[in-house]
């Protein structure tokens, strides 16, 4: 069974500190795939990254960066110099590779409601 | 392209009542979901499809029915309402292949009540 968990359910950072979310991840798969995603208060879900599990190099978007290490199955994202628009629930998600009929279900973490003050 | 469309966006039920959700989308894709989000438990799955006219249960898949008779559509039903199916649905698809991973394209959500 899948099972992805963000222990960080409310964090509040001042503008232009930099934040880290956390994602641990459990899964018996070899071949799988991480993702995040970000829901802004209006509610819709914001695409932001995929990785792969045979691909451990870290990932840098703008201000925004992702760690993934697979030996301690994390997949962690860091926003530099946060922004008030930062503000959003952010989810890890986790999907098996899966063959033929197998949905590739996104098993969820719970979420870290993000906070930035200006 | 309009992507993945849900109606209605809001609904407000009464205990016992019954209601369709309707997912529609315009990518040709295979994969159909749907997910509920409720505080502090992320999207959890409810149904899915592989393809049309096939349906499996997903993870939390008691109270509801869905049907995909066409492709572009996946329908969510409510038999009988409960207040415990209060929550935000969501519904997703995804391109079909075995090769890597497809995205999943969400829709922008159902906000449901029940008293």
């Known amino acids: 069974a899948q099972k992805v968990t963000q222990a960080q359910t409310e964090i509040s950072v001042v503008e232009k500190e930099d934040v880290t979310l956390d994602c641990v991840y459990e899964t018996r798969d070899t071949t799988y795939y991480l993702f995040w995603y970000k829901q802004p208060p209006s509610g819709e879900l914001v695409f932001l990254i995929r990785?792969?599990?045979?691909?451990?190099q870290n990932e840098i978007s703008g201000r925004y960066s992702w760690n993934f290490q697979k030996s301690t199955s994390s997949f962690n994202f860091t926003i530099t110099a946060s922004q008030v628009v930062d503000s959003a629930v952010y989810f890890c998600?986790?999907?098996?590779?899966?063959?033929?009929?197998?949905?590739?279900?996104?098993?969820f973490g719970s979420g870290t409601q993000l906070t930035v003050l200006p | 392209n309009a992507g993945v469309t849900q109606t209605p966006k809001f609904r407000v039920l009464k205990t016992g009542q019954s209601m369709t959700l309707l997912c529609a989308q315009d990518?040709?894709?295979?994969?159909m979901y749907w997910y509920r989000q409720d505080p502090g438990m992320g999207l959890r799955l409810i149904h899915y499809s592989v393809g049309e006219g096939t349906t499996a249960k997903g993870e939390v898949p008691d109270g509801y029915n869905v049907s995909r008779l066409k492709k572009q559509n996946f329908l969510l039903g409510l038999e009988s309402a409960a207040p415990s199916q209060t929550s935000v649905y969501f519904c997703?698809?995804?391109?079909?292949?075995?090769?890597?991973?497809?995205?999943?394209?969400f829709g922008p959500g159902t906000r449901l009540t029940v008293l």
């Open positions: 990518m040709n894709h295979e994969y």
């Open positions: 990785r792969n599990s045979f691909d451990e």
């Open positions: 997703a698809s995804r391109a079909g292949g075995t090769g890597s991973y497809n995205e999943q394209f």
């Open positions: 998600a986790l999907s098996e590779r899966g063959f033929g009929g197998s949905a590739r279900q996104l098993t």
